[in-house]
């Protein structure tokens, strides 16, 4: 979005007119960039007519109080993206409150992550030992599934900028993988699938997809032929994180969605034009979604029938039009979708994909059996498994579901949810001009993007609340300096009308997460000594060791002490200190700070860590912990001493 549309936004107007006033100004400020097309279209479906800023009560049972009192837990978790801070977002709902950080991408201060030697190990390091990367862009976050529903087991997160996955492991909430992308640039869409295409008993997440958006040359030779970049669609194993596999494909990548009997994968794509400026990439009034028939892909890959691409040994197959006009033997499908969709989102009957229009203000419903069909030769065209593309409102991003059969689609431009019945939908596309899908409106503050709801891409899907990332917060809160939060909104979606009920800051800028029960994960209270396999299990075992330059210093903590009171060392060594925290007591945490050498870090109970740096600097290190832990916490300290 240009500075012209955000100067628009901020006029200062009320209610209704300014959603209209936003309407407007926001599309006239893109009609710069061609936003135009869309609204010269208002909606003209028959549609419910537009809810007032809810204050009245909730005509359904209600999805509970957003206040909890005073020890009370929430009953949801929500994880969402860091955004810019490139880590996971730990929430409670539908209070809201921010309970963790999980670092993945950039370095953390509280928890030591990108000094440590295991979170650097994670991270990924440079010859010298110094991080490849240091800044990120998260978006999207999607965890594993068995039998439909979150298992508790891992969740992913992606870094656009240097087309990273990371995992997170569920039990403790921390990063343990972090896998970046071959041969690719701006990978966005992540999705893990549901179940084995194959083996009905692998009825768990094993893979997980990665679109990637922007499209690069694939040989040197054609940096300066942009008609001949190219993008990767990739599946990354859910267990040891390496490639599987790559999809050459036309077009690009947006977000991407997998069905819930394993088979297909989907990508929305918005320059099948291949652009490199934006007026080409939207130049075309059909982009599409693309299907990836995951069986056949393996099949191939299996037959040896790929290639691979510079460095990189994972395996290509060839997904280009071109090469795929059988449907018999293709391994992908093109299905048409108007101007430049962005969400794809899977029903939770396991039926459909819904495509957001974004630039055309419809929803596009794919039926999954037709595309199936299309793919064992039993429909003439893909574009037949399009069973309704109806309007829904200007600037449609991403849908969520509430296990009712309705979706709830943000409308980016309008500043609206809109809750629409698909099946009604696709009676009123069939012809059914009477088929009222548009259920219900709400105004949200302001331009939002992703939107989910309660175990939205689950089986168990609960239709209790729905949370909103608005893009822009302008008025919601007090202004502190010219750099606004977001504002992620909770709304009660129990009943048939959509209740709003609670704005939340937040920094910049979260994009995508997921909610689902508490009882769905398993954390564990403390760490094991056995996870680390240079702990150190016994005070007795403290000390330093010293071989030629190299020495390291073993020490452990027990509340409210080190093991070691102090240690030396000399200028010039390189120091490797290991730390074991062997309270046992859960939320016992230590942490350990070197003045002047740029450490700390923090070790839960049980848990063991290391650093290493060059004592480069001779005097007295007052080493000591940073993390409350004890009457005499200010008192824990060691004394590093290097000697000159
Ligand atoms: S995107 S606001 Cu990066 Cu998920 Cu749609
Ligand atoms: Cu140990 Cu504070
Ligand atoms: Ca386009």
Known sequence: MDVGVKNKLAAPETGMARRRFLNTAAAAGLAGVGMAACSEKPASAPVAKASAPSAQPNPG?????????????????????????????????????EITRIPCFVPDALVGWGITNESKKVMGTKPDGSLKYTVADSHHVHASYKDGNYDGRYAWINDKINSRLARIRLDYFVCDKITELPNVQGFHGIFPDKRDPVDPAINYTTRVFCGAEFHVPLSLADIDKPEKYRTLFSCVDAESMELRWQVLIDGNCDLTATSYDGKLAATNQYNVEGGAKYEDMMSAERDACLFFNIARIEAAVKAGKFKTIGDSKVPVVDGTREANTDPKTALTAYVSVPKNPHGVNASPDGKYFICAGKLSPTGTVIELQKVLDWFDGKLEKADQAIV???????????????????????????????????????????????????????????????????????VAADGKWLAVGCKFSKDRFLPAGPLHPENEQLIDISGEKMVLLADHPVRGEPHDFIIFKRELVRPKPVYELGDSDIAVKDPKDSGVERNGKKVTVRLTSQAPAFSLREFR?????????????????????????????????IVNPQETKSVTFIADKPGVFWAYCTHFCHALHLEMRSRMIVEA
């Open 569 to 601: 060392v000399k200028k010039g060594d390189e120091v490797t200190l290991i730390l074991t925290n062997l309270d046992k007591v859960e939320d016992l945490t230590h942490g350990f700070a070197i003045p002047k050498y740029n450490v700390n870090f």
């Open 388 to 458: 309704a593309e109806v309007e829904l409102g200007l600037g449609p991003l991403h849908t969520a579901f509430d296990g009712r059969g309705n979706g709830y689609t943000t409308l980016f431009l309008d500043s609206q949810v809109v809750k629409w019945n698909i099946e009604a939908a696709i009676k009123f596309h069939a012809g059914d001009k009477s088929a009222k899908y548009v259920v219900d409106r709400v105004d949200v503050q302001y331009q939002p993007g992703h939107v989910n709801a309660s175990q939205s891409e689950t």
């Open 61 to 97: 049972e209600g999805a509970g109080s957003i206040h909890l009192k005073p020890g009370e837990l929430d009953t949801y978790y929500g994880l969402w993206s860091g955004g810019h801070s490139g880590d996971m977002r730990v929430l409670g709902l539908p209070s809201g409150r």
